[in-house]
């Protein structure tokens, strides 16, 4: 089995030396006569190089084939082979990443499973974040789901940037959540899943997943890039983790944004997440003010449905853009808002309403025009946000 | 304690928007009139917009003041606080981080404490790197490692691309090479350090780097970047791991190649790692054919020895090029080179003596220059490499 890399040059970079440089250098390096004798050994180990297409516009892109024998079936080795020491190499972005299909580590849950653990299978989930980020006590986090939760929200998450802080210990958060989601069962009968944040050292890391799973922990929040692919892989492999594992992109704009180098965001929050574990990936969908690009995001959408694992598009999102998303989604699509049910001028119950009867009113086919639209929280989130 | 980060804004951007952007919006996030008799909780953790200055060309750099009690005293929250999802919002680069002294995880070794192991104080190390990178076989690490032992070498280390494959597994390598640096010690008394790759998923890897360990190996080699912070810290906080990390840069370029976005070499390989935990630390010299500008290899250099963790400048170093890196570093520096002493002309054990001849021709204030020199390693070696 091969890997296939696609890597694009701008115009004034040679892509056929560059194509050669890395299928060498980033496999067996350099050998000499001394090594003749080993040369079949070497040879298993080169990469190729496939096809080079430069676009009118003068870019390059070069496919080159890395045998799967030089990697370790994860993420990281296959991250140091194919961009390791040649990232630091000048301009040359990698925007395509082809692996085996069974290369890296499955999600346990991915679509399928995270509607299997909510009883919802026919509509888009919908999901919220702790609003303010940093500043809430464990308290506030119960007194805030239980109004979203008993609104009928399907899943609430952490603020990616709210660690384990001695204002509200990650413990006393899931405590205290824990016995909001007991009562809304006990009430409704609905699973509400909390993705809670882990974080901390690898090692203190992956002792904390096992320990707040075994606390209740239903879901869980990491910022993968920023504390590892092989820590996501890790909890992905771990079966004491028998819970979906949320993808966040945090620090992804410092490997993606670049136009001339880095990845792209396809290849990381897309192929790489996807082979990486993860159950649902969050990133910045088009419709927010973060300029993400419609193409990268129908990308990661198909290359994460492609392995069950459910796309989460997270910035811009409130009850005025949902018939926009089912366009572009249909309903295999987790609707994540942070101040789009948190800020509803109504209150957060409301902000959470507002989305269901958007997609009762697309449902149903009537009409979302505002003039159109009953009082209520649709009509109201709508005359805050259009 | 407050964490300053500086953020450096292309002239389109308004800094003073974007910094605002950032002390908020990566810290408490919004809120609003709800949290109102909250507001003493929110403002602890607010970020500060300090000097903002504009250069001639145009470009900015805002300084911004985190709080401490934000994050976890680790760099992965660190990263996602700073750069989290600001990352993703367009042009903007961190080009400076100044941490409490405190903050992170301490080298166990540093420059001192591999001194100490190496029992070598007064000159710079010289250390290679087992090429080519991939086909050889354990038996054939330890036949190279024993020819560039016995000439004198310091340190070796695996090729960052070489992780654990069955035709050289990491155990096989370690057990060969741990015989010859044996017999290195028996016959000279010196101790050699082989940095050996360690390699794999999170929790496999944290345990497969203390069996290496505790068979024997003195030395570790991680790829920081591709398999996360959060592991150089696990392995660096780790009692067990009582040998010192050596850190490559594998992949710093996905996020520190570009003008605009990602961060700056001197954050990531200097400042980061330093705070990490990596007892030395690799990094492309400018003398190389890398585009690394002397000023980032300059301010890493004085980052690391600031923290007592020794630089490896490694790109184009032989032995041709030893009186401008003691002109650059003096001698608290690690000369790692792999084809300046693999592919000597007259062999391994070659290359090393041409480093030792260089160190010693300059010690002694001898002419460097080609014709001068007598016949031998260095001579044969600057006919090569200039």
């Given at each position: 089995m091969t890997i296939e890399v696609e890597y694009r040059f701008p115009p004034q970079i040679d892509p056929q030396k560059q194509a050669n440089i890395i299928a060498i250098g980033q496999t067996a390096g350099t050998w000499d006569a001394r090594f003749a004798h080993l040369e079949g050994k070497f040879k298993q180990h080169l990469g190729e190089v496939g096809k080079i297409i430069t676009d009118p516009d003068g870019y390059s892109t070069a496919t080159i084939y890395f045998p799967e024998i030089n990697v370790e079936n994860d993420l990281a080795s296959l991250l140091t082979m194919i961009f390791?020491?040649?990232?630091?190499?000048g301009a040359g972005k990698i925007v395509g990443v082809q692996l085996p299909k069974n290369y890296g580590t499955k999600p346990k849950f991915g679509i399928t499973g995270i509607r299997e653990k909510l009883g919802v299978f026919h509509r888009p989930l919908i999901m919220a974040i702790f609003k303010?980020?940093?500043?809430?006590s464990a308290a506030d986090h119960g007194a805030i789901l239980a109004e979203v939760a008993m609104a009928g929200l399907d899943i609430i998450k952490d603020d990616?940037?709210?660690?384990?802080?001695?204002?509200?210990p990650t413990g006393d958060r899931l405590a205290v959540c824990r016995q909001v989601k007991a009562a809304v069962k006990a009430k409704t009968g609905r699973t509400v899943l909390y993705a809670v944040n882990v974080t901390g050292r690898a090692d203190t890391l992956l002792a904390k997943a096992r320990l707040l799973v075994e606390a209740g922990a239903n879901a869980l929040l990491l910022n993968v890039l920023t504390y590892g692919f092989s820590v996501l892989e890790a909890l992905a492999a771990?079966?004491?983790?028998?819970v979906p594992i949320f993808a966040h992109p945090a620090f992804a704009g410092a490997m993606c944004a670049a136009p001339h180098t880095g990845l792209s965001y396809s290849v990381v929050l897309g192929t790489l997440m996807a082979h990486g574990g993860a159950d649902a990936v969050l990133y910045p969908a088009?419709?927010?003010?973060?300029?993400?690009?419609p193409t990268e995001e129908r990308k990661i959408r198909d290359i994460l449905r492609s392995r069950n694992v459910f796309p989460v598009p997270s910035a811009g999102i409130h009850p005025g853009i949902v018939p926009q998303v089912l366009s572009d989604?249909?309903?295999?699509v987790i609707l994540n808002a942070g101040t789009g049910i948190m800020e509803h001028p109504d209150g957060r119950g409301a902000g959470v309403k507002a989305f269901f009867e958007a997609l009762e009113t697309l449902e149903q086919g009537n009409s979302f025009e505002l003039e159109n639209l009953p009082p209520g929280a649709l009509r109201r989130a709508r005359e805050k946000w259009g």
């Open positions: 390791g020491k040649y990232s630091m190499a303010p980020a940093l500043g809430l990616e940037i709210l660690p384990d802080l001695d204002v509200a771990d079966p004491v983790i028998n088009h419709y927010g003010s973060l300029p993400f690009s989604y249909g309903t295999e």
